[in-house]
């Protein structure tokens, strides 16, 4: 059942783990098309992996010491950039929402994370589509004129009144913009990552529990 999801050396273990939790959120009609897995350099005893329906982006990582994997998913409506970056060992994949939320995981075989990056596109540009069709099929219909068969009478014009001073209406105060409180986390905590005080395992850690938290 997931042998075609190990052609590009993902891990077994993780593919079938992943694959059975799957089964269990899909709604039906809800296809997997593409599982990637980290591969990290030194020990991979639990990687996180990152699987492409043709609905959303879904990020998987351990939790419980193992025992048990938590994920957190993005509708492809809601994506706004997806990005792949090949580095000396593997490769960086990230996604940007709408809202200015990041999320990523780093250490992808290239392969995996050239794969990831053609199939979130392809899914990008389906659901551009989709929006359009919507659109064109939810406009309203364009009236035709109807010919006159007959010259109108002509109206008696009246003499215009003379124009009154318009009233001057207070401009409408500016409205503040509220901070959006999970933006302020995300930059907080980007910050501790880019000064070193955290680890990439600690930032993509966290970053997974505030995005679950909303």
């Known amino acids: ?3 075609h999801f190990l052609n590009d050396q993902q891990e077994p ?21 593409y599982i990637a897995v980290q591969k990290m350099p030194v020990v991979n005893l639990q990687p996180d992996s990152i699987v492409v329906t043709n609905r959303r982006i879904l990020f ?6 193992g025992l048990s994997i938590k ?5 492809w409506k809601d994506i706004a950039d997806v990005s792949m970056k090949e580095e000396i060992i593997g490769a960086v994949f ?3 929402t709408t809202k200015g939320a990041e999320m990523g995981v780093d250490y992808l075989p290239k392969v995996q994370a050239r794969k990831l990056y053609q199939f979130s596109q392809e899914c990008r540009e389906n659901e551009r589509k ?8 939810h406009a309203p219909p364009v009236e035709k004129p109807v010919e006159q068969l007959f010259a109108p009478r002509p109206v008696p014009v009246e003499a215009p009144a003379p124009p009154q001073p318009p009233t001057p209406t207070p401009a409408p105060a500016p409205e503040q913009a509220k901070p959006d409180e ?32 909303f």
């Open 130 to 137: 989709r929006e359009e069709l919507q659109r064109i099929q």
């Open 182 to 213: 999970l933006t302020e986390k995300l930059k907080k905590l980007k910050m501790l990552f880019d000064n070193g005080l955290i680890s990439q395992e600690e930032y993509n850690t966290k970053k997974l529990d505030l995005l679950s938290d």
């Open 13 to 33: 273990k993780v593919v079938e783990k992943v694959y059975s939790r799957l089964k269990e959120l899909l709604p039906a009609g809800e296809e997997t098309l």
């Open 60 to 65: 998987f990582s351990y939790a419980n010491l």
């Open 1 to 3: 059942m997931i042998e």
């Open 94 to 96: 990230t996604i940007k």
């Open 71 to 75: 994920f957190v998913d993005f509708i």
